[in-house]
């Protein structure tokens, strides 16, 4: 059988996942993540998606790389709708505010549960969306893929609804130096591009800028 090839992010999401957990990758399209977790051991996985396109590229990828596999079962589902119930649920690849929106809908979160988020957009929405749906944030991680940085990161359940600041919003738990350098930026242009339109909003966001560039300041300094 070939070898299985994941980008950074893929092959980082597959050294964080708990594989004796019941696993399901949601929005899995070419399923190569449950394929390369199958390889590492894992035995329960459910590879979902809510297009058929994606589903049918998962089971070629499954066919081409495994051959023949009961441990690894394909679900077509809007998020974990229909999804019986999964205590390691990956959500990668899609903007902040839909994978938001998926995680608000679980309806079998327990104390056990733990969610690896990889989102390509709007972390600051996903990150108050978990908050105020009763999880909290356990680690965040940032990968380099050419020369682009990739954010993952991990949230348990304790049922506790809460709000965060806008602050934590936007920079949760990463330390990583050159993505808070470039969240700075994002966030001075977007307070730049709403100053005539929005005057309030472009200051909370020119006070999370200034925030965040003391913290390099700070930080950098000691490097
Ligand atoms: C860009 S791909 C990401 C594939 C893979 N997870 C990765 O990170 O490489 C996004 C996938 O999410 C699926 N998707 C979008 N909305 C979804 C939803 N509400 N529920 C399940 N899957 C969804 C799409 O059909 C698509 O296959």
Not at 55 to 60: D, I, P, T, V
Not at 141 to 161: C, F, S, T
Request: with cysteine; proline share 3%; charged share 30%.
């Amino acid at each position: 059988m070939p070898e299985i090839k994941l980008d950074s992010r893929l092959e980082k999401i597959s050294r964080l996942v708990r594989l004796d957990r019941v696993i399901c990758d949601v929005g899995t399209d070419h399923a190569l993540l449950p394929c390369r977790l199958y390889l590492m051991g894992a035995k329960n996985i459910t590879a979902s998606d809510i297009n058929d396109g994606p589903l049918k590229s998962a089971e070629a990828t499954i066919k081409k790389y495994l051959g023949r596999c009961e441990n690894i079962r394909l679900v077509k589902s809007d998020g974990l709708d229909n999804i019986d119930f999964a205590d390691e649920i990956i959500i990668a690849g899609m903007g902040g505010d839909l994978i938001g929106d998926i995680v608000s809908r679980i309806r079998f979160a327990n104390e056990e549960t733990r969610l690896i988020l990889q989102p390509m957009s709007k972390a600051e929405i996903l990150r108050k969306r978990l908050y105020q749906s009763g999880y909290y944030l356990i680690d965040e991680h940032i990968v380099m893929d050419n020369a682009k940085p990739y954010l993952i990161m991990q949230a348990g359940y304790n049922g506790e609804v809460s709000q965060i600041d806008d602050y934590f919003a936007y920079t949760g738990l990463v330390k990583d130096l050159y993505s808070l350098w470039l969240l700075k930026n994002r966030l001075k242009r977007a307070a730049n591009g709403c100053r005539t339109a929005q005057p309030q909003k472009a200051e909370s966001l020119n006070a999370i800028a200034q925030r965040i560039e003391a913290y390099i300041k700070e930080n950098g300094e000691k490097v």
